[in-house]
């Protein structure tokens, strides 16, 4: 049997219920116990690990996201439309402006294969192909 102070601490029996002048107890222990415990750990242990998985996944999805916003960065987009042939100032300036208040139309200029870009642009700007 185990003994439990008043002041909590745990003994053995052997000194006739007294130590330090302090009454002891008798404390049943559950049998028990100790595989709750260890359930316990495991189910932290589980939930431990999928916090960890979540935080990957999330981590990888900024990833992912950080990477589509750089294929459709306004600087990407320049670069695309100082390869396209025929593009005439106006034109060139319009979509300059279009591109830096719209993700949507970075993303489908991009997009775009070559020869679609330029006639796609052309009818987003109002201008007519010449």
């Known amino acids: 049997m185990t003994y439990m102070d008043e002041d909590g601490s ?12 302090h009454k002891r107890h008798p404390v049943a222990v559950p049998s028990g116990s100790g595989s709750r ?8 242990d589980a939930i431990v690990d999928a916090m960890l998985e979540i935080a990957a996944a999330s981590k990888m999805r900024a990833s992912v996201i950080l ?5 459709f ?11 396209l042939q ?12 279009l591109f830096e208040n719209n993700a949507t139309a970075r993303e489908i200029f ?6 679609r870009r330029l006639p796609w642009l052309q009818g987003k700007c109002g201008v007519s192909s010449s």
């Open 86 to 97: 025929g593009v005439d100032d106006r034109v060139y300036f319009l979509a300059l402006d």
């Open 110 to 115: 991009v997009s775009l294969k070559g020869d």
């Open 67 to 71: 990477k589509n916003e750089d294929r």
């Open 37 to 44: 415990k260890r359930s316990r750990k495991a189910t932290g």
């Open 10 to 21: 745990s003994g053995s029996g052997d000194d006739a219920n007294m130590l330090d002048g």
């Open 73 to 83: 960065s306004i600087s990407r987009c320049i670069k695309v439309l100082d390869e």
